[in-house]
Each structure stands twice: as C-alpha cells, then as structure tokens.
C-alpha cells in the first residue's frame, strides 16, 4: 500500500490524472467517493426543488426554462451518480435510503448556519425552500455561480473521469447562472420589484457564503493534497464575493454583510470540508 500511494502522490504531483480505481488507494477513492456523493445528492435534491416552478413560473417561455433547467440537474446526478457506480458505489441503495430526505425542505425563516440535518450528503442550502419566483431566480445567481466556481478546481482535478464529466455539467450551470443574472437585473432595476429583490438576495447571498467551508480547514488541505481541489475554502468564497459585488454594484443591489457560523458555533459543530 506505501508503494501505491508514493506512486499515486508523484503522479499527481507531475500533473497526471488518475483513471480507475486500482491506481488509487483506499484513503484517495474515499475522498473522492465522498466529494463527488455531495455533488450528485446535490444535482439531485436541487432538481426536485425546481419541479414546482415548471408549472408556477410566469410565462409559457419561463416554464420551458425551468423544465430545462430541472432537465439539467437530473442529467447531472445521474451523471455523478454513474461515476460513483463505477467506482463500486451502490447508488441505487443510497437513492432510494435518502429519497424522501432529497424532497425535504425547512421553514424558509430557518437559519442553519452549516449544519447538514439529514444523513444524504447534499450541501445544505438545498434544505431551503423555493417559495417564489424571486427565490428561484436568486437562486440560480448565488448558488448555480457558487457551485461554479467550486467546479473551477474540479476541472482541473486529478480524477479524469470526474473532470470530463464536468466539462459539460459546468457549461450548463453557466446557461443557469445566465438566467439569474438577466431575472436579477430586470427585478432590481424595476422599482416595484425592487425591495423584494433586496430582501431575497439578502437570504439567499448569506446562504450561498455559507456553503464553501471553514478556511484553512485540513479536510480541505488533505482534499488539496490529492488535488480533488486546489485552493482554500476561503479563496473560492472570496471569488464567488467579488464576482457578485461587481453585478450588484450595475444592478442597484447592497451586498449584505456576512458574518461566518464558525465564528459562533461550538468546535465540534459540523462544518463542511
């Protein structure tokens, strides 16, 4: 086992990408099972928060959107879900023990911070509610660009089959990102949508700014170390900020201020890697 894994750490120090399972070790592929389960528990549990928007959205045209949209994230779990079954997940036992979790949601005045309530591995913002058409349009312009750029590493991770499944998944989001954008900017600029815009961005910013993780944290140093990611927490966090005060600043809309969960909970409270 020493020997694969000083084999596997240089290959991956040369830049080169792992292919199968037999040339990674047991600690590698549960990492890596671990962060691509997140992702696809999360392509899963956001579709079937969209579903209700197909028929609720405004216009004949909006609901082709969103059933596009739903159509996007179901193709993306069931793409994540397929490179978990290669690596010998068995994803139809872990679907079906965490579906019903997959379609629960919280009080939209809940504030959990970064706890993760159900045993599936979504990140937590899926436990939010999609109440109304300016939810799911901020929605799609915080968190579609927050997994974005926490795709930015994945593209260039050390799992190949992992980074060509990306390609396509991350040209997508960026079709979901898009549309947040061009609803976010005819809402803020509209002055009777205007307040609600503010108000709905407030929540769904300060949720997005919650997802990324503790800085510094070692999961995400060990996760670096395989380069199943590149960069700290609080670097993709940051990214995600600037990227969006750069919008709101065109847009009319205040940034609010963030304050990190870490910085009021108890250390042995759950914090994402």
């Known amino acids: 086992m020493g020997e694969l894994h000083g084999e596997m750490m240089a290959r991956i120090a040369r830049g080169e990408r792992l292919e199968s399972p037999d040339e990674m ?41 969103v059933a596009q949209i739903v159509k996007d994230e179901l193709r993306h779990a069931a793409v994540m879900y397929g490179l978990l079954a290669d690596l010998g997940v068995d994803v139809d036992t872990h679907v079906r023990g965490h579906d019903a979790a997959f379609t629960m949601r919280i009080e939209a005045d809940a504030d959990i911070g970064t706890r993760r309530i159900t045993a599936d591995k979504r990140v937590n913002i899926f436990y939010y509610p999609i109440d109304t058409w300016t ?19 994945v593209r260039q991770a050390s799992y190949g089959p992992w980074v060509r499944a990306i390609e396509g ?44 993780g503790r800085p510094g944290s070692p999961k995400n140093q060990l996760y670096r170390s395989f380069r199943l990611k590149l960069r700290d927490n609080d670097e993709v966090r940051q990214a995600f900020a600037a990227e969006v005060k750069a919008l709101c ?12 969960k870490w910085e009021t909970l108890p250390e042995e409270a759950h914090i994402p890697g």
């Open 169 to 212: 998944i991350f040209k997508e989001e960026k079709f979901h990102i898009r549309h947040g954008e061009y609803w976010v900017k005819r809402l803020a600029e509209d002055p009777a949508t205007h307040d609600d815009a503010q108000a709905t961005f407030n929540r769904w910013y300060i949720r997005t700014m919650n997802i990324f």
């Open 249 to 260: 600043d065109t847009f009319g809309l205040e940034v609010p201020e963030w304050k990190p």
């Open 25 to 65: 070790t047991p600690d590698y592929r549960e990492h890596l099972v671990h962060l691509m389960t997140m992702q696809a528990d999360s392509e899963l549990a956001g579709g079937y928060g969209y579903v209700p928007w197909i028929a609720k959205a405004p216009t004949v045209e909006e609901k082709h959107v």
């Open 135 to 153: 939810d799911f349009v901020f929605f799609n312009f915080c968190m579609d660009r927050g997994a974005g750029h926490q795709l930015e590493d």
